[in-house]
């Protein structure tokens, strides 16, 4: 470790330290407002340190480091800059529903933070053993937290995620091993040079076998299809401040990942699994959506909306051929990226409507919300508007997002993908728009109106106003997301 | 001994690990389980370590370059990262399963299904 590594790794040196920090102040002071105060002000750190280095990659490229096992380029930086917007709304929005937790509240926002740290490493990784260390300081934390309630749901939703996470953590890992046996090396860029050299397709049985096995854990962990069994249960049990941490910031990281593993170390061999994740996409939207439109519970709702977003941005993975007028490629990651900023602001604009709502009642059912279009008119519009930009209806971020894709897969000819995934969004308007129908149209017997804190309102403000911010002037951050997909193409 | 026996056994360790994982109801048995599927990746990871890295390195260690050194330890150093994150799995499995054998007196996983419909 060099002085230089150490300034690569700032802003995941301050986020540790960070939780640290606010484990500590927990034990010595009693006001647990401050703990949370703490939280939210020290990512000023973090977020100066990425924004410095952005600075730095702007004028000089990518940074390489620690050992080779990691670089800091625009694509690491991206995810850092989204996964601290995240864990910004995050500690604002939990604001309420961190009482719950009683003792726990500072260990609460640590936990966060420490997966926050990971998630942030993940993106920035190009080696494989630091690609699993990642992903599972991303992982451990988020099974500690949908656990945090102790009572039975969440213990339940803690089980099972961390069950299934090392299932899928096993598959990973026997995946990279065999990919390491056949280059003998665990570098994404030698692992490229070996697949390249060997000929035939897909490289070789063990790259091939490899390939699907990494494919598998890393499906885990953005909820695609068929590795999404434990969305469900998790995002039902978990308290819903971690339910909405988990479906962007885990959603996110983990396509940063599988960006970075297919597109940088098995680029050779791109149209094969680019085949495949065209089929996991339609399975993943198709089975999402259809499954959506039974749920009476709203949590579980948004857990198989998010298997169906899945299916979306994966469609963006599989564009990797597609190429615009003027001969660049990279529409395919740049629209995941620019989905992925998209969907993080609608989510969690979504989800902490919903904390809104349903704190008074403590029910996470659908027919729950009746009449809170008038009970809480501002909160309600902003739920509303959240799920038109699920549905993907303009002027929403949404909406933007799947412009992007759908047209990054018309140029990468899968014409037939586009299709599928345009009218598995008008199909997805059903459910969405029941939620609106029960909020707006169903009268409840209750009157009093719904109260929230100005911390919950600073939170679905922020992402409310992303969400339109996205729809209405989508040009600054698909600028950014271009320029940061270069590092995962062939110079050209 | 050649580098097919290694993978052998890695593929029977992995796949027992991942019937064990399918067909127990005990969740502490289907920890044990997925510990014995991270165990067949670690044999796996060692005999490639051993094996598969450029066979030039294996006449004389000291001839060669610190760099090639490196890379024929790359396996024993992922078995070495493997081992060390399963044990912190299982420190949080245990303690996830106390939580849950608290609140519902059963670490059965086909009674912790509350959600399901």
Redesign the interface.
Known sequence: MTGHDVYLLAPEIALAGLAGLVVLLDLITRRKGLVGGVALLGLAAPLVFSLVLWGEVNQDGALPGVFGTLVVDKFALFFKLVVLAVVAVVILGSADYVSRFQRYQGEFYALVLFSATGMTLLAATTE??TI??SL?LTS?PL??LA?FL????S??????F??LS??S??LL??G???V???A???QLGDIARAVAQGGMPFGSPAVLAGGVLMAAGFGFKIAMFPFQMWV??VY??APTPVTAYLSVASKAAGFAVLLRVFYVALAEVSLDWSALFAVLSVLSMTVGNLVAMGQSNVK?LLAYSTIAHAGYILVGLAAIAARTPDGSSGLGPSGVLFYLGAYAATNLAAFFAIIALTSKTGSDEIEGLAGMGKRAPVVSAVLAFALVSLIGIPPTAGFMGKLYLFNAAVHADMVWLAIVGVLNSVASAYYYLRVVRVLYVSSNDSQERVSTSVQVRLALALSGLGVLFLGLFPGPLLLVTEAAVKVLLPAA | MSLQNFMLLSAVL?SV?LYG?LTRRN?IA??MS?EL??S??NV??VA?SRY???SALRVDPATVAEGAVQ?VL??Q??AL??IT?AA??AA??L???I??Y???GTVD?TQ?????R
């Open positions: 494989l053993i699993y260390i599972e451990l099974a500690a656990a102790r009572d039975e749901r213990t339940e939703a803690g089980l099972k961390l069950l090392a299932l953590s096993a890992l026997y990279m091993v065999l390491y046996g056949y003998g090396s665990t469900p249960d039902e049990g579980r | 992995f690990g994982v969740a289907v920890l997925i599927m991270f067949a990746v796996a990871a490639f598969a890295t450029p890379q790359t396996g150093v992922f990262f493997i994150v912190a799995e949080l499995g303690a996830i399963i939580a849950v608290r609140s519902r996983v912790v299904n509350l959600m399901k």
